[in-house]
């Protein structure tokens, strides 16, 4: 079996996050003083995790296309979806993506992390087995200590010392914006069948992570198939780390 951890966090706060105007790969926004002060306190609360693989937008803020309202006022896409006869959250404007696209682009992204994590453990088992002669794993996959945020959690063993520890074959951070990874938790909860924690609310499974709002995740590929991969989040939008920032700072959920 092939283990991986996946940390997803949302890009920083930008300006046009505040004043809620709608940006995607048309625009890149750089990060407002507010957004900047975020990622700092994200980057605090994962100081001592230790990533294999770490994948970010190709834009300053950390992309998803909203066509003709590209740049425009949140206001100004709810009018076009009302003068369409739809509802904001599932219209897509003239040369937009629809959710369909979006959640096919999320679908084809992790299935390259999956079989990325796949190919990592088919290495490390090929070396273990050569500099031990055994099929144990353990001594050859990436084991961590004290680091993870998420220590309550079942996958995680405490040795006689109090320290937590979790094996995995890798640990991937992956840097993204709001609409998209609501689409790829959707995608994970719906087609993959993702264990969800039992106090996780319905409208908290629904909404917009807060600007650097961490989502932890881990996914086992029972004989390293990324047909059918076992995911179970460990948090959602997690951003307790925002505390001594401000309360401003936890309020923004446009895209």
């Given at each position: 079996?092939?283990?991986?951890?996946?940390?997803?966090?949302?890009?920083?706060?930008?300006r046009?996050?505040?004043?809620?105007?709608?940006q995607?790969?048309?625009?890149?926004?750089?990060?407002?003083?507010?957004?900047?002060?975020?990622?700092?306190a994200?980057?605090?609360?994962?100081?001592?995790?230790?990533?294999t693989?770490?994948?970010?937008?190709?834009?300053?803020?950390?992309?998803q296309?909203?066509?003709?309202?590209?740049?425009?006022p949140l206001?100004?896409?709810?009018?076009?979806?009302?003068?369409?006869?739809?509802?904001?959250?599932t219209?897509?404007?003239?040369?937009?993506?629809?959710l369909?696209?979006?959640r096919?682009?999320?679908?084809?992204?992790?299935?390259?992390?999956?079989?990325?994590?796949?190919?990592?453990?088919?290495?490390?088992?090929?070396?273990?087995?050569?500099?031990?002669?055994?099929t144990?794993r353990?001594?050859?996959?990436?084991?961590?200590?004290?680091?993870f945020?998420?220590?309550?959690?079942?996958?995680f063993?405490?040795?006689?010392?109090?320290?937590?520890?979790?094996?995995?074959?890798?640990?991937?951070?992956?840097?993204?914006?709001?609409?998209?990874m609501?689409?790829?938790?959707?995608?994970?909860?719906?087609?993959?069948?993702?264990?969800?924690?039992?106090n996780?609310t319905?409208?908290?499974?629904?909404s917009?992570?807060?600007?650097?709002?961490?989502s932890?995740?881990?996914?086992?590929?029972e004989?390293?198939?990324?047909?059918?991969?076992?995911i179970?989040?460990?948090?959602?939008?997690?951003?307790?780390?925002?505390?001594d920032?401000?309360a401003?700072?936890?309020?923004?959920?446009?895209?």
């Amino acid at each position: 079996m092939v283990r991986f951890g996946l940390t997803v966090v949302r890009h920083g706060e930008t300006r046009y996050n505040k004043d809620k105007i709608l940006q995607g790969q048309g625009i890149d926004e750089p990060l407002s003083p507010t957004g900047f002060r975020q990622a700092d306190a994200a980057g605090l609360f994962l100081s001592n995790v230790k990533f294999t693989h770490v994948f970010s937008s190709d834009l300053l803020r950390a992309k998803q296309k909203y066509g003709v309202a590209e740049g425009r006022p949140l206001t100004d896409l709810k009018a076009m979806a009302k003068a369409a006869g739809q509802q904001c959250p599932t219209f897509t404007p003239a040369g937009g993506e629809t959710l369909d696209e979006v959640r096919e682009r999320a679908r084809d992204f992790f299935e390259f992390l999956c079989q990325l994590a796949a190919d990592v453990g088919q290495i490390r088992e090929k070396k273990d087995q050569e500099m031990h002669g055994a099929t144990n794993r353990s001594s050859g996959m990436y084991e961590e200590e004290s680091v993870f945020p998420w220590t309550d959690h079942c996958e995680f063993s405490s040795d006689n010392d109090g320290t937590s520890k979790l094996l995995l074959d890798a640990n991937i951070l992956v840097v993204s914006h709001g609409a998209y990874m609501r689409n790829w938790v959707g995608y994970f909860v719906s087609d993959l069948k993702c264990t969800l924690p039992a106090n996780l609310t319905k409208t908290q499974l629904s909404s917009v992570s807060p600007n650097t709002g961490v989502s932890h995740f881990i996914i086992k590929l029972e004989n390293r198939s990324v047909l059918k991969p076992e995911i179970i989040c460990v948090c959602l939008n997690q951003d307790s780390h925002l505390v001594d920032v401000g309360a401003e700072c936890v309020a923004s959920k446009m895209f």
